[in-house]
Every structure is written in C-alpha cells, then in structure tokens.
C-alpha cells in the first residue's frame, strides 16, 4: 500500500500539477475546433489515479478484490494529496524568497 501511495504522489504531483493534461485538452481544441478531452477520465485528478493504479494493479499481477478498494480509497485522496503538495511547495518557495532575500 506503501507503493501505492508512492505512485498517487507521482500521478498527482507530475500529472496535475504540472498542468499536462489541461495542456494536451488546449492543443487538441487550437487543432479541432469545439473539440475536447473528455473530463472524467482524462482531466479528473481522481479518475487518472484509480485508472493508473488499477493498470499497474493488473500489469503487475496484484489485482484483488482489497488491491482494488485501496486503489479506490488512495484515489478518493488525490485531491487532498494535491492540495499537500501546492501547500508544500509554496511553503519552499517562500523560504527560499526569504532566504535569497537575506542573501543578497
């Protein structure tokens, strides 16, 4: 479940919060007109977590009937995995404002 988790942190943190995929959803609309991602499973931060996990549930050969619930109860905290790490980092940006600030 560890493992799990490791992975949500990367899907949350290298998918959504680098914004790929509302990136990807205006390249596709500047090229067709009126044409769009679909919002559940491609730019839902809960969706692409429990579809990545299940895939690497059954890449893996782990897929059970609790695997599947865990990858379902670590998905329904993505958002506040999400939240986390926006309030991380803008934590570290401070300090570090703060710390060139005394530097120079």
Same mark, same amino acid.
């Given at each position: 479940?560890?493992?799990?988790?490791?992975?949500?942190?990367?899907?949350?943190?290298?998918?959504?919060?680098?914004?790929? +995929?509302?990136?990807?959803?205006?390249?596709?609309?500047?090229?067709?007109?009126?044409?769009?991602?679909p919002?559940k +499973?491609?730019?839902?931060?809960?969706?692409?977590?429990?579809?990545?996990?299940?895939?690497?549930?059954?890449?893996?050969?782990?897929?059970?009937?609790?695997?599947?619930?865990?990858?379902l109860?670590?998905?329904?905290?993505? +958002?506040?995995?999400?939240?986390?790490?926006i309030?991380?980092?803008?934590?570290?940006?401070?300090?570090?404002?703060?710390?060139?600030?005394?530097?120079?």
């Open positions: 479940m560890l493992f799990e988790l490791f992975v949500l942190v990367a899907i949350v943190s290298v998918v959504f919060i680098s914004g790929f +995929p509302f990136e990807l959803d205006n390249i596709i609309a500047n090229k067709w007109k009126f044409h769009h991602l919002e +499973p491609f730019l839902c931060v809960l969706c692409v977590s429990f579809w990545t996990q299940a895939i690497w549930l059954l890449i893996t050969g782990q897929f059970t009937l609790i695997s599947l619930l865990t990858a109860l670590l998905a329904y905290a993505a +958002p506040t995995i999400q939240n986390v790490i309030l991380i980092k803008s934590c570290l940006d401070r300090l570090v404002e703060a710390a060139m600030k005394v530097i120079g």
